[in-house]
């Protein structure tokens, strides 16, 4: 088989079409007993066993994982490599946060080696909790951007990414200038932008460290590249909201700083969005401009609820990210039990069964890679994850408790966590087993 490029996967396989309606089941497509057939790393067919037997496929071709779940790699919209060891530090909310923790770690990333070893373990720590795609924060150092492409190209990863820009209110050691960013962005662009599975993405940090002529760099450069993206942090904490004001007197809001230099659109993530004005809410679903929900983050650092409900009735593109290391786990599932916490405090409901779309093909659309990643679509690149469902006795003894697929799947959700991932796969071929791991292959830890 495989001389014919095909590959075969037996397990139980979850994927969505659509937005999945828990009422009908409109949107999902779930297999008991199901085949996930690729050629060339795509995906050809999914259906069930007993269709494929049907088909006279032979089965025991199939690489099998019974009792497993197969679902579509999931999607990190908002997360920062350099900020894995900076996981998990007490005591303060984002702005001393910043300053005690983050800036200090961000330094060491002007040396290209520490930063390659540092996106080196980023992404197999992506790998480990099934995150196959994620949109990624750099650091100001333009080698660190290169020593993330560079790792991620050899992975063969889909992923966005960029060079965080910082002119003012940082260390100085952490600081570029509008002229340095321009000239660093368009290097990097021109290397990186749309080669093979890549896509880069302007990141200004958030406008309190980048002057107006350095936004004005970013928004000219948004212009200059077509299929660009762009992230930014947005009304994450209220110091936060009070100390724009204090920078930019003429903004009529926060979200005002980043329009008035072109930087709002459909390839725009905001990460955050908690405390936002009607306002900002109408602007940000005019120009079609995303949120990055960030469940961990927003509770860990006591950042607020994010009104969930009142995004989606303003009709703005929604995507759940970790924000490691503000986030305090890299698991989508962590987040996703997070997230339904969160609404739970506003009376809000998050389905299982929406939850793992968001997480898939919720986010793909979101960041506008859906026609590539997301589900089992054919001709989609096959980033896939095997779930093991009950690999702790908890989970054992729940799971076997669970009534139908919405149990199954809210269990998942609410216990499971990087353990769930037995295996990761990137365009068919496998980048992550945890069986590996266990038999003491650890080399790629640092
Ligand atoms: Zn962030």
New binding site residues.
Partial sequence: MSLLGLQAFRARILHFTDMPDAVTQAGVEYFEDGVLLLENGRVKKVASAQAFADDGFDLRECEHFPEHLIMPGFIDS?V?YPQTDVIASYGNQLLDWLNQFTFPTELQFAEPEFAAIAAEQFLQLLLENGTTTAMV?TTVFAQSTEAFFSAAAKKNLRMIAGKVMMDRNAPAGLLDTPESSEHDNRQIIERWHQQGRLHYALTPRFAPTSSPEQLAVTGKLYRDYSDLYLQT?LSENHQEIAWIKQLFPNARDYLDVYDSFGLLGPRSIF?HGIHLSDVELNRLAETQSGIAF?PT?NLFLGSGLLDVARIEAAKIPLSIAT?VG?GTSFSLLRTLAEAYKILQLQGQKLHPLKGLYMATLGNARALHLDSHIGNFAPGKEADFVVLNLSPTPLQLSRHKKTSCLADTLFALMTLGDEHNIARTYIMGKLAFSRSARAQGDLQWLI
């Fill in positions: 908002h920062h924060y942090h990460g960030c983050s924000d503000g």
